[in-house]
C-alpha cells in the first residue's frame, strides 16, 4: 500500500508549485517589454475585438514609463486616425457601497447586449493606502458578464486617484470605442460625494439610492445630485418596497429645488429591483431618450468637446508635475522640504510654493 506524503513534503511540494508560477508570471512580464506589439498590428487586433491587445493597451495607459507612454500616443493617434465607428454612448455609474452597483452593472449589461450592443465595463476598485493594492473583484461579482463574449470587463485600482475613476479612465473608454464596444460603462469606486470625476468623462450620469439609508431631505447629498442625469432607487422589493417608493418621492420633491438640467432634460428618478431584475429595461429606456434628445439639442457633442478640453488640461497638470521631479536639483529640493513637512518645521503651503520656485528658477 503506497505511503501517503508527510504535510512537511506537501507544503515544500505547494511552495516550489507556487514559486515556479510566480518565476513563469514574470518571465511572461519580462517577455512582454522585450518583444512589444508592433504599433500597426496592436492597433489591427484591437479594431478586430482582440480582447488580449485590448487588454495590453489599457495596461499600456495606466503604465508610468515614458518608453510606454510614447507608444502609447503613437496607438491612440493610430487609432483616431483610422477609427470608423460612431461614437459609443459613455454612461457612469455610482453609488455609496452596499447599493448593488455591481449586481445591477450585470443586469443593465446583459439588457443592452440583448438589444445588440457591445458593453464595456471599465471598474475602479479602491486601492489600499497601506499596501497599494486592490481587491479587482468585479470580475468575480459580474461573473455572467464576464463569461459574456459581447461583454468586456477591466477592472482597475484607483491608485489613490480622487474622484472615483482612474488616471487612465479617459484613454481607456477610446480604447474601447476603437475594440468596438458601443456602451461604455464607467464603474466608480463608490465612496461618497468625491464621485465628480466620472461626470467629466461621461455623457450619461446615473447615480444609485439606498431606501430606508437616512437619506432623507436633510441629508440628500446635493453636489453629487445636481450632477446626475437618471437616479435609481434599488433595492425595491420585499419589505423595502414600500421605502424604496418614499425615497423615491422625497428624490423628485428635491430635484425641484435644483438648477435645471444643463442638457435641458428632465432628471428622472426611478425605482428598479438589480437582484429581481426589475425596473432594469426602464432605466435602459430612460438612458435612450436622453441620448436622442442630446443629439437634437447637440448637447452630447458640445458636453464631449468640454470634457476632452478638461482631459487635456488634467493631463498638462500631472505630466508638468512628475516632469518638475525629473532632474536631481528638482527631487533634492523635493525630498527635503518634504522632510521640513514632516517634522512641522514649514507649513504645507509655504513648502509648496519653495518647491515651485525651485522649478521655476531651475527649469
Request: aromatic content about 4%; proline content about 4%; overall charge neutral.
Amino acid at each position: 500500500m503506497p505511503q501517503k506524503a508527510s504535510p512537511k513534503k506537501n507544503n515544500e511540494r505547494t511552495k516550489a508549485s507556487s514559486q515556479e508560477a510566480i518565476r513563469k508570471a514574470k518571465a511572461r512580464i519580462l517577455s512582454a517589454h522585450e518583444a512589444p506589439l508592433e504599433t500597426a498590428q496592436w492597433v489591427h487586433d484591437i479594431q478586430n475585438g482582440s480582447r488580449k491587445a485590448l487588454g495590453q493597451a489599457i495596461t499600456l495607459a495606466e503604465s508610468r514609463l515614458p518608453r510606454d507612454r510614447d507608444q502609447l500616443e503613437e496607438l491612440l493617434d493610430l487609432l483616431q486616425s483610422t477609427s470608423s465607428n460612431p461614437k459609443s454612448w459613455r454612461m457612469g455609474i455610482t453609488g455609496v457601497p452596499g447599493v448593488g452597483k455591481s449586481t445591477f452593472i450585470e443586469s443593465f449589461g446583459a439588457a443592452w447586449i440583448e438589444m445588440g450592443h457591445r458593453v464595456a465595463v471599465l471598474a475602479v476598485d479602491p486601492s489600499s493606502e497601506r499596501s497599494g493594492g486592490s481587491l479587482l473583484g468585479d470580475q468575480t461579482r459580474m461573473e455572467a458578464l464576464t463569461k459574456n463574449p459581447m461583454a468586456f470587463i477591466r477592472p482597475s485600482p484607483s491608485s489613490q486617484t480622487l474622484g472615483g475613476v482612474t488616471r487612465a479612465t479617459h484613454e481607456s473608454i477610446l480604447l474601447c470605442e476603437a475594440a468596438g464596444f458601443d456602451r461604455i460603462i464607467v464603474e466608480t469606486v463608490g465612496v461618497g460625494q468625491s464621485e465628480t470625476s466620472v461626470r467629466q468623462l461621461t455623457d450619461a450620469f446615473i447615480l444609485l439610492m439606498l431606501p430606508g439609508a437616512g437619506d432623507d431631505l436633510q441629508g440628500i447629498k446635493r453636489g453629487i445630485m445636481e450632477m446626475a442625469d437618471l437616479i435609481l432607487v434599488n433595492k425595491c422589493d420585499g419589505p423595502s418596497a414600500s421605502q424604496a417608493e418614499h425615497a423615491a418621492l422625497q428624490y423628485r420633491q428635491a430635484i425641484h429645488l435644483f438648477p435645471p438640467a444643463q442638457g435641458g432634460h428632465e432628471v428622472l428618478v426611478q425605482t428598479m429591483s438589480a437582484l429581481k431584475q426589475t425596473g432594469i429595461m426602464d432605466a435602459c429606456g430612460a438612458i435612450q431618450n436622453l441620448m436622442h434628445l442630446w443629439k437634437d439639442n447637440l448637447w452630447m457633442e458640445t458636453q464631449r468637446s468640454r470634457q476632452s478640453t478638461r482631459q487635456f488640461n488634467d493631463h498638462v497638470r500631472a505630466l508638468l508635475f512628475e516632469q518638475s521631479q525629473i532632474s536631481p536639483q528638482h527631487q533634492a529640493a523635493w525630498e527635503r522640504l518634504q522632510t521640513q513637512v514632516e517634522r512641522q518645521q514649514i507649513s504645507a503651503f509655504a513648502a509648496a510654493r519653495k518647491w515651485l520656485n525651485t522649478v521655476v528658477s531651475q527649469p
